[in-house]
T-cell receptor
């Protein structure tokens, strides 16, 4: 079945460091891919998405490119801030004709940015 | 701004109580979902609904039920609360999976 694997955290960085959070997936067909962010005590917010191969999603300085050949959707940011400290979830909806619309989530990666 | 509203941010209930968690969306979305989130276990789907009066079990439906009498409202019911249902509960809605979900702020439920 469809699945998402994220790198384990926590990831601890200094302010202005480069961020990469790895995400790989298994899915049939052409899934849509998402990154969600959860700040402490809050629900999840959609950060960015990509709906077809080679699409690049971007928002608030974060980027991720849909790589079908490597089944990956890695999250990157060139210069992190303390305010980026949160839990990040990679997710997909199943591709193909049987897309039920259910999101499948990775386990989440905690990012802590120190001043 | 589009919204998914969960009625309570924090809730404390006693073991054996019947608990209702309410979720309302104002986006005219067909699809609504209930998840629970626990440390080390990620998000687990409890129930979802693709239409009014329709429901489907997710991955961990035991001990829960749902109600969707109106399109905008999706209620999660704990029939007899137990301490192992202490968790963060997240509601979400979507127009279609293609666009992703909009989440509520969550309800942190403690069962004592």
């Amino acid at each position: 079945g469809n699945s998402v694997t994220q790198m384990e955290g926590p990831v601890t960085l200094s302010e202005e460091a480069f961020l990469t959070i790895n995400c790989t997936y298994t899915a049939t067909g052409y899934p849509s891919l998402f990154w969600y962010v959860q700040y402490p005590g809050e629900g999840l917010q959609l950060l960015l998405k990509a709906t077809k191969a080679d699409d690049k999603g971007s928002n608030k300085g974060f980027e991720a490119t849909y790589r079908k050949e490597t089944t990956s959707f890695h999250l990157e940011k060139g210069s992190v801030q303390v305010s980026d400290s949160a839990v990040y979830f990679c997710a997909l909806t199943g591709g193909g004709s049987s897309n039920t619309g259910k999101l499948i989530f990775g386990q989440g990666t905690t990012l802590q940015v120190k001043p | 701004d589009v919204k998914v509203t969960q009625s309570s941010r924090y809730l404390v209930k006693r073991t054996g109580e019947k608990v209702f968690l309410e979720c309302v969306q104002d986006m005219d979305h067909e699809n609504m979902f209930w998840y629970r989130q626990d440390p080390g276990l990620g998000l687990r789907l409890i129930y979802f609904s693709y239409d009014v009066k329709m429901k489907e079990k997710g991955d961990i439906p035991e001990g829960y039920s749902v109600s969707r009498e109106k399109k905008e409202r999706f209620s999660l019911i704990l029939e007899s609360a137990s301490t192992n249902q202490t968790s963060m509960y997240l509601c979400a809605s979507s127009f279609s999976g293609y666009y992703g979900y909009t989440f509520g702020s969550g309800t942190r439920l403690t069962v004592v």
